[in-house]
C-alpha cells in the first residue's frame, strides 16, 4: 500500500484537511505577530510528517501537540513585551536578592552571582552548561516515557508541564523583572529593546568552541521573563510524576538534574535565587492547582476525549 492509499484509507476527508489547514493558519498568524522564520517550517514538517506517516506516529505527535502548543505561545510573547503591561523591575529586585541572600564578603555585599563570579572555572562552566541543556529534553524524554509506558500519567504530566508554564507567563506580565545580567550590563536604565544574551553561558560556548546557548539566546521571546524562574520548575514536574509513577533510583538522578538547573541559573547570571525560589513555588502551586482542576467534570471529559485520540 503506497502512501497516499493509507492515508486515504485510515483518515477521514476532515481529519486529512485539518492538518494542512492548522498548519496554514498557524503561518499566516505566526507572519502577522512575529514574523515569517523557518524554525516554523521544520515544526509545521514535523507535524504533518508525524500525523501522516503511520497510526502510531500520528498518535504520538497528536500527544505532543501539548508541548507544540506551549512553544507557540511562548514564542508569540515575542509580540506583546510584557514591559508593555506593568513596571519594569530591575534595581528594586537586585536590592531584595541582595536583602535576602546577600553574600558578605569582606566589606562589600554581594548577590549570589556576584559571589559565585568570583570563582569561576571551567569545570564549572561546562558542568552548568551541561546542566542548563537539560530543561528541555529531560521534560521531553521523560513524556515520550510516559507516552509508551502510561498514556494517562503521560496526559497529565503534559498538562501539568503547559500548566506551570501559563501560570509563569501570567506572572511574567504581572511582574516584568530584568535577569542578573542584565543589571551587569546596563544598571538600573530601562533599554526595551535589549537582546537575549547568553550570559555566564557563553563561556560554555566558548570552552567546547559551539554556538549553542548563542543560538538559544538570539531567539529569546522576551529578556525581561526572569521571574519565576521556569527552568527551576520544569525539573520539579518531572520528579513529582518520577515518584508518582515508582521511577525508583531514577528520580535521584532527577533531583541531581533539578539542584544543577538551579545552580546554573544563579551561576551564569541568568536568575536570582529569588527567581529560581519563585519559579518552585509557581511549580507546587500549579501541581496543586491542576490536581484539583482536573476532578472537574468538563476537564474529565476532556481528558477522556484527548485519551482516545493517543490510545
Request: proline share 5%; glycine share 6%; charged share 10%.
Amino acid at each position: 500500500m503506497s502512501q497516499a492509499e493509507y492515508v486515504f484509507k485510515r483518515f477521514s476527508p476532515a481529519a486529512i484537511i485539518a492538518a494542512p489547514a492548522a498548519s496554514l493558519s498557524y503561518l499566516a498568524i505566526s507572519a502577522v505577530l512575529v514574523g515569517f522564520k523557518t524554525d516554523q517550517l521544520t515544526l509545521i514538517l514535523v507535524f504533518n510528517s508525524f500525523y501522516f506517516a503511520s497510526a502510531f506516529s500520528r498518535k504520538f505527535i497528536l500527544g505532543f501537540l501539548i508541548f507544540i502548543v506551549y512553544w507557540i505561545v511562548f514564542d508569540y510573547m515575542k509580540a506583546f513585551p510584557n514591559y508593555r503591561f506593568n513596571t519594569m523591575h530591575i534595581g528594586d529586585l537586585y536590592g531584595l536578592e541582595k536583602k535576602y541572600f546577600g553574600i558578605q564578603n569582606g566589606a562589600a555585599l554581594f548577590t549570589p552571582n556576584e559571589f559565585l563570579n568570583l570563582f569561576q572555572h571551567p569545570f564549572l562552566d561546562a558542568l552548568s552548561g551541561i546542566f542548563y541543556l537539560c530543561w528541555v529534553p529531560v521534560p521531553l524524554f521523560f513524556a515520550a516515557y510516559l507516552f509508551l509506558k502510561n498514556k494517562e500519567q503521560f496526559l497529565k504530566f503534559s498538562l501539568t508541564f503547559f500548566w506551570v508554564n501559563i501560570l509563569g507567563f501570567v506572572i511574567y506580565y504581572l511582574y516584568p523583572a530584568a535577569p542578573p545580567w542584565y543589571i551587569q550590563h546596563f544598571g538600573d536604565v530601562f533599554y526595551p529593546n535589549t537582546p537575549g544574551n547568553t550570559a555566564g553561558l557563553q563561556r560554555f560556548d566558548d570552552l567546547f568552541h559551539v554556538s549553542v546557548f548563542q543560538s538559544l539566546y538570539s531567539k529569546s521571546s522576551n529578556v525581561f521573563a526572569a521571574m519565576p524562574s521556569l527552568h527551576a520548575a520544569y525539573p520539579l514536574i518531572v520528579i513529582y510524576y518520577g515518584i508518582k509513577n515508582k521511577m525508583g533510583a531514577i528520580n535521584f538522578l532527577f533531583v541531581l538534574i533539578a539542584l544543577g538547573i538551579w545552580f546554573s541559573a544563579v551561576y551564569s547570571f541568568h536568575h536570582y535565587v529569588l527567581d529560581v525560589v519563585a519559579g518552585v513555588v509557581c511549580c507546587v502551586i500549579g501541581i496543586i492547582l491542576f490536581n484539583r482542576i482536573v476532578k472537574l467534570k468538563p476537564v474529565e471529559t476532556f481528558l477522556e476525549r484527548y485519551l482516545k485520540l493517543i490510545m
